[in-house]
């Protein structure tokens, strides 16, 4: 069976272009690299050409999320796979393609309307090795891990896990988590070592993302991220605590969109059978609210 390896790149709408190429290099880490589009800017996270497309625009949400398969063959087995489950998509031009720097990709939407682009081949620029935007002790966790993971809106939980089924993901609910208007049971899904690449269902404020998490190396480069981010005085939705499912050390701050950043360290490798949780194992208190995270972890 066909499935997706790894959420590959992003695309992401913001109204505050010069805010993000600050708040990416100096809190974050990641390379601004700008190829005087007018419209764009791109985030770079190791050796590939992006692995974010920063749109400029007004909805200051998540634009659309890349998930790759391995090659073109593949690529046409998810067509089938689309058409025998009657999903609805349209493939990308030679124009699009070269727009996305991938060799090909197919363009549809998820069940909460959220678009998906699946794609195989992205550009690999080796002779453009990973600047980082500040210091940093070590590197993000990449390969063949995807980018991070995105936590998306879900408008129904069981549509949403069928599709990401569809696509290949596997994963289940893995926390029953106490919120001021009661238990909610978010599930996480995986297509590769990365212990999540998607997660949904907690409620959403109307967009799209929730949250994106990047992982680092180094725990260093977490404390130095945590460090600017408390500096600048952004709101930190929760604090640094570690995961019960992932096991990773993280922490939410606010950024220049609205939505969150959860930036991490230690993250361990997915599992093939499924477990729950109540609480986090330490940490994650809550403190900014009503900023899209206010869950009991
Ligand atoms: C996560 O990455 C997360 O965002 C939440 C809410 C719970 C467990 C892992
Ligand atoms: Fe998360």
Redesign the pocket.
């Given at each position: 069976m066909v499935a997706v390896t790894e959420l590959g790149y992003v695309g992401l709408t913001v109204s505050d272009p010069d805010a993000w190429k600050k708040y990416a290099s100096e809190c974050i880490g990641l390379e601004v690299y700008d190829e005087n589009e007018p419209d764009r800017f791109y985030l770079r996270m190791d050796n590939w050409h992006h692995r974010f497309v920063m749109h400029t625009g007004a909805s200051d949400d998540l634009a659309y999320m890349g998930w790759r398969v391995a090659g073109e063959p593949e690529l046409h087995e998810m067509e089938a796979l689309l058409r025998e489950n009657g999903v609805e998509y349209s493939v990308g031009t030679i124009e699009e393609n070269e727009e996305r720097r991938v060799l090909g990709h197919l363009k549809l939407n998820d069940p909460a309307g959220t678009p998906i682009e699946i794609f195989y081949g992205p550009r690999v620029d080796l002779h453009l090795p990973f600047h980082p935007g500040r210091r940093m002790h070590g590197r993000f966790v990449t390969n063949n891990a995807g980018l991070g993971?995105c936590?998306i809106a879900s408008t129904d939980l069981a549509a949403s896990y069928e599709f990401y089924r569809m696509l290949g993901l596997s994963g289940s609910i893995?926390?029953h988590l106490g919120t001021p208007n009661g238990v909610i049971k978010?599930i996480?899904m995986h297509c590769n070592d990365r212990q999540?690449s998607i997660?949904f269902g907690?409620p959403s404020d109307g967009k799209m993302l929730n949250?994106m998490?990047l992982e680092y190396t180094h725990l260093d480069d977490l404390g130095a991220s945590h460090d600017v981010v408390r500096k600048r005085e952004i709101p930190v939705a929760l604090q640094l605590g570690k995961?019960a499912?992932?096991k990773?050390l993280?922490f939410y701050s606010q950024t220049p969109s609205g939505w969150l950043m959860?930036l991490g360290w230690g993250g361990c490798k997915s599992e093939p059978q499924q477990s729950y949780h109540h609480l986090d194992v330490f940490g994650h208190g809550p403190e900014a609210t009503g900023v899209g995270?206010d869950?009991e972890?």
């Open positions: 993971h936590l893995e926390y978010p996480f999540h997660a907690v949250h998490m995961h499912n992932d990773a993280t959860e995270l869950v972890l």
